[in-house]
């Protein structure tokens, strides 16, 4: 409608991508594609520039073809369901992030969080299976805790774990409820509120699921 | 079971048509299809009068091709979920809609509501993607909302739009949460506390993905 | 309205006491004072039989001081809210109970569980403030968890006491959760929430504040 | 990451296996397959010894298959959704544990609290369809009920078995709603709340259909 | 506003009451005092006839006594928080009425009900405190069960009474729910939940402490 | 388990059809397939005696294509999802019911409540889609309403149906709120929460899209 | 911290007026003043400008009267919680205001949404006490409903009334659910989902007890 | 029950203070009020050591009564409900925190923020009142928001201000719901919501009114 200097890039009439972010931000737009048409998430692959690595988060296969289709060179991680690109992962900067995860069935969060702060340019381990049933198995990684600049935990089922970890450290702890249980709470509710209810502070609480937003919220913080 | 002048016209045992509604009320009554057999709709659009354009929401692919073999020149919108018969746009009166649609996600409830304000006399706009993360977005179009009659928000997620927009206009905003997000408060709950609590006043609310109720009321408060 | 040999004592026409209850379960009823009138808790410590300690649950003061004024040498525990009648403990039989405790302010409940379950015959200790957000805490005291014979875990806020005790311990625990907290779950809905997902197998809930039920639970379990 | 004594056997980078925890609480550590891929169920199989059972819980026909064609003389019970791998039940110690179910919907968790006790070691008994709408169904096994050394109540819909079952006996009772019914309070809330709020004492709920985890605190409980 | 023969009697500009509804109902209307002042329940006093005693529901004691400074004679009946005036008991028609209630604190809802079938032509009887822990209780009144034409059952807590007497019996229930009891599902949504999932048929709920509602639903009921 | 006098009917291991109800309560158990397995539906049909009309609620096509193979002449209806054997009504006694539906979509349990009633003795007609957005079709049978010894009212939406019809009469209202609906409140719990707080007393409430409970509830009511 | 041309009057260092707000949007701010001190408003009002009515809503008595002794001639409400000042009343423009109240429990809400309204220029009448429970005493007033240019209908309860309001005029209908009522849906929830969930389209909703919100939202739809 | 070095400070029988919280984590441990009695804020306020500056926050009067007669010059925020001693602030490190505040109902958490993170050591503005309804008391700051190097946001209502703000800066954005608001979403559930579900990603939340968490959180991420 207008012809200003790019802050804004149309496609098509549904989509007006948020070019103006980097300077904004620091960051780049990432493009959800949950709810969009195969064609949508297609016209918009057609329109972006190499500078800084585009995210395209909770991709379905069917989408992902269709990316790959337009952008033959890019990353997927099914895992993760996200399409990565250029996939060439930025260098890296600011001090060093941690994703630790209760169970194996909350690995698909874990490693969203996890690819999401590593292409916006931090350093990124992650630790998997450590939930509080066994509290050893976290106990014996104290170590790899206490050296990492933000730790980003990801828990399903009761969510106890940020708490103990919270109580461990001094960096800041990025919590992400998962919705990996059943029951009362389902849905992600009950470790939800556990998080929020930590009695150790320190920890910032993200949506269920959103790996994505606990590993820009964390590479945010890395930054330096 | 009565003879009664046609308040009401009963198909089959199943239905009966408010057919005194345009005359009570001043707009036709639409057929809600959700819920309904394939052979009821199909019964229903085969005693429709023309002297209104009559709307099928929620219209299934089965369900629309049903009707299109009964009234082969009604209009069929697949985004929208809507049939219209018969398609001739009434002719434009009042003051003009607008609508403001947050994330492409949106625009199949944003063009319902569109579809059916234009339907029922009003002429409309679109105007998607302007959610409140890259504000500027939304303030580039300030003098389109300006100069809108009423505006119409659509917006899922965190359901922010209505407040800044409400904030912005002398126009009536009528808000629709919509469905598009996850986790704690998905299904459109968070959008829809967002805008029951909006702190701009001037912001009426319909339920979360109603679109033909949001551009009802918006054509309903354009009229003059 | 029969005349039965005593299973039931009638009260007025108010109250039915559950007289049979120590013959068919082994344990004697309780008078849950909340909702009752000052004049029916007096009409019921009018009634009770010295052959086993009553418990007056929820009492206020005024109750308390309603009863005492009927049986002077009852005890009355202020922080429990509860009145015991007689004030003398029973022999203890079974293998002991511990009750662990999360934070100060969770105390009365904790107290009501420690009183309930020593009436009813057990021989119980009380660990109080070793909240998981300084795990080093609880971890000082994992002989004396070893060695119980059943734990009561109390915990209000992320209630993740319970999950982190049962991955400890071969005893069964009696997790209650406390309406200590605030904000989103407040009332006690998060620690619950945690206590019914723990990821450690082997805990068993009572409702929120629920110590007299914990006590009952544990007493029973104790039993041998 | 670090070379200790057995006490965690880490399978690929995806799981820890607690394998202290048979020394550490007496009970070994479970497979909770939902939200596992087949591969990552598969290759937990393959890294099992054999000296005490290890119960797969919540698995899917296609992971029963994976897991069969490592450890095929593994026993698969397609009703409780579980594989047992070796097949052989220990030796039975400790009292007896009876599970009682409301409805034949309520089976399936039923029989995976059946199976679990059993496989900690402890005899077994299952009493099917004695709902209360039919209370002499229930009274007819009261000489059953009085022998039971812990009893496990599964129940849906209203959920009001537990508080009829805990007012008859001495023995402690573990009450496991399930999601069989519809409506207000679907999914298992309404026996949930029912259940939490027993109007006899002596009763420890578990989460919504956790068949697994009422037999596991039934058997600790019943342990001798 | 208009001058109709009188339907509808006009109090001050607040109130209009509904005199027609004898005639079209056959029962007369309450006055519902909570969220009124004590001057506007006044002034309805000031305007009643005495052909039907007109009920005062959920009245406060100062509501009382403004309403019986108009009306001396009236009955006030403090337990129930109900002004009945003219305080005569209307002839006795229908089949009788029972009302059932679990515990001592659900009183005062039961006996709205009895005195509101009692002041609509029923004949009514109480049978308090038979809650379902204590089954026999309930048991031993079977053949009052068996007699009454229409039971009404009032029960917090764990609201399971209404299932095992819908069970027993050939005539209708009608279930209330009351704020008895705490923690999860407090304010009476875990009975009301239990209520409408009663795995007995023939239970019909009405909303939670609405002791009146009750009643006035089982007078219709008893009508013959 | 036992050989008393048939009260009980065993069915394999995992039923005990309730044989004695008829005696006790008037009306045969009927039998809710959800959560039945196709073999157990099946064996129950083949267990039945004819002297009652049996219900099979909640049936899906396959459950009733194997109970039809056992009891060939079987009723089956496929909207309401019910199977009847033995197809033949009972005689007619007791006062009319008749069943009020809001919309055209809720028809499928305003089918069941219509059934049942009527094999439960009870004379049923069916009035359809007089929703309250066009009041005059439902005063248009304000006659109808007057006539009837007890209404069902089926709604889903706003639910405001029973509020209206139970202001009008003097029958009591069963009001079934149905599933019928989206957004805020959906599932159904928003007509139900408007149904339990209706202004007009006099309705009794089913669980949401209970129409097997309203019948038989409303089959009770109309007994004489 | 700037001193651009005032868009903004800072009070303290705690409120910022936006005094902009009748430039850019045609109506004043309002002083929302639950949450604030008593000192806070007093010194809120001592910067006011008389050039339009400043609303001062959710006061409380305290307040208000330190608010009357810096502005003694404004107007005081106390049924609606409102203070006005200065208190002459705008000049009226644009079409009518209806508002319909259900109950007398309402007139507080209803009172706040008609003297906002008015003092924002708009002309505006009561009709109280019309619920749908007695559906003629609203029916007697369809004229008045056809001619007014907005209807805000205020209820609690069931919240029945917008529907069927809605269901008989052209004009938009906000709505204002009410916390009047009790038990399930308690709090306004119930007549909250209804009005979201109204069959008639056409209605527009504020939040619970939003008296304020629907009066400007009325004002803006009414403004020509 | 042992005695290690002091890592564990009792306070008679009550409380076990982390004393070892600033070698372990940097941070001292904050004495929470709420639930705890005056002689036991008293007792804990006897043992403290001025190492660091202790917080006890959701004081009550009577509780910094007590507090103040032992630490005389501790320092006392009425607004904040914080008492702070030994009251000299630590030397200022790390970079710096903006608290920006929605509404002047929202200045006491906003206030509790700020001084928490004060006290750890950072340096804190605070921008009251700039809520999104008038967007440009926000946007006038924008400098102020690109400067700092955390933000907290603190707002009730809509809860709105954390998706603008976020979407403008590079800092990562704490975000704290606050109570403030009435009706849908009551407590700050509204809030909370807009919040987890924000369209700008960056944002991390902390529970409804913490702000003693936010202010923590800021803290540490602010280190450097």
Known sequence: MSDMPEHTRNVGDFARLDVDRVRRRGYPEAIYCEGKTIAQVEAIAG??????????TRISPQQAEAVLA??????????????VWPPQEPEV?????????AGTSDLPVA?????TARYLGRSVDLLADVGVAGIHRLLEHEEALHEAGVIIVVAGMDGALPSVVGGLVAAPVVAVPTSVGYGAGAGGIAPLLTMLNSCAPGVGVVNIDNGY???HLAAQIAAR
Chains 1, 2, 3, 4, 5, 6, 7, 8 share one sequence.
């Not at 329109?47 to 395209?56: A, I």
């Open 111 to 115: 490693r969203e969080a996890m690819l």
């Open 93 to 101: 900067s600011g001090v060093s992030v941690l994703v630790v995860c």
């Open 70 to 83: 337009v952008l033959p060179d890019a990353l997927y991680d099914e895992v993760a369901r996200m399409v």
């Open 47 to 56: 329109v972006l520039d190499d500078e800084h690595p585009t995210l395209f």
């Open 213 to 215: 937003g606990a590993g």
